[in-house]
């Protein structure tokens, strides 16, 4: 058993959300102590990550200790084991939910040899109802389509019927707008979190983007992050990485940190784009990051960067661009490249139109202030989205020709 080299948070049991105080229980208390110790034997995911054509990262937790495994194709695979020891209590009083300090134990199993372009089923077998679904990279040229959300907060919005209806068309994986949780709603734990996210975690891999709320507590980053989505790609790390599917690349951005096209963030995208643009088979690339470049609603835009920047995004064929942060949705449309404000994931619903007078919003070709999500289809020469909002129905339809 390999031990991890840092602390970890303490995640609550998430099994049916148990610790939810019913609506007529009375006072709350915040005494941690109150909410049951986690003895489940999968407490969190499955979730995957870092796919390519022939291999796969399944990782999960576990609040007992000793090994694992999933099967696959009815093949059992042991998974590697790193214990986890958590510093950090973080109470959810309004939730009677907690991630509590204590010891854990992640699962990651390393699926190599795997057929490309084939999407695979597995379940772990610590828990056979612990199920999961990833699709290897398409070939270069095939159709592919994938998700896109941001700001999920699912412990204030209720998402349930659009998780189900986007998730329903079986996207190969989900590209994530940062704001992955948010303890600062008063509702909700990480715990609470993956149950109700399930649908996005179980359907395909998960690429996430770095928020400002990846670090609302003490040793957030450093416990949660790491512990959950670390490297969740390639060529890159933890805030910065890229991934490939049918010929599409997509890179992952932390606007969190320095972002300056010579940072060692905005030099490693120029050279990975360049890199990417150069490939056999290659049609486009997608970037997705949290705080927008372009906005009309109420936070701020990043004019500067969108300078310096579009012309590397133009000269490399960036056809979308995926921010989140303002908290609804809009989409632009500025000559070769569409950009999607996709922050809808149940957070507190912002003011799409407050900085409506800036100039860029004459391009702007929709908004709302429902919560969203959108499901992206690439085929030969077009790309096309499709926007839901929460009670799965669509509400708005985009399409572009593409390499
Ligand atoms: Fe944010």
Known sequence: MRRIG???????????????????SGPVSTDSDDIPKCDLAVS????????????????????????????LNGKRIDSKVSQAIVTTTNDVPLRRTADRAGTYFMHEVALTALEPATCFDYTLTQDETAKGRFCTARKPGDTLSFAAIGDTNPGLGDITKMLDTAYGTKPDFTIHAGDIQYYSSGLESY????????????TGAFYPSIGNHETEKPMEREEY????????????????????????????????????E?????????????????????RFSVVFLHRPFVTCGDSGQNDALRKV?????TRTKVKL???????????????????????????????????IA????????????????????????ELSGVTYDEKGAPRDTFMRAVP
């Open 191 to 202: 715990g609470f979190w993956m149950d109700k996210m399930r649908p996005m975690l179980r």
């Open 6 to 24: 840092f602390a970890a948070l303490l995640l609550a049991c998430s099994s049916n959300d148990p610790q939810v105080a019913p609506a007529d």
């Open 321 to 355: 661009i995926v921010a989140g942060h303002m908290h609804g949705y809009e989409r632009f449309e500025f000559g070769d490249i569409t950009w999607i404000t996709s922050a809808g994931g149940g957070s507190k619903p912002g003011n799409v139109d407050e900085n």
């Open 262 to 282: 010579k940072s060692s963030q905005g030099t490693w995208l120029a050279t990975q784009l360049e890199d990417a643009a150069k490939r056999p088979g290659y």
């Open 225 to 260: 992050i790491e512990r959950f989505w670390g490297k969740p790609g390639f060529d890159g790390n933890s805030d910065f990485y890229r991934f490939e599917s049918g010929g599409v690349w997509f890179f992952a951005l932390n606007t969190e940190i320095d972002m300056d």
């Open 309 to 313: 920047y579009e012309p590397l995004f």
């Open 358 to 381: 800036r100039p860029e919003c004459v391009d702007r070709k929709a908004k709302g202030t429902y919560w969203n999500m959108t499901v992206f289809t690439v085929k030969p020469g």
């Open 44 to 71: 969190k995911g499955p979730w995957t990550v870092a796919v390519d054509g022939t291999s796969a990262k399944v990782r999960w937790e576990s609040c007992q200790s000793g090994g694992g495994a999933l099967t």
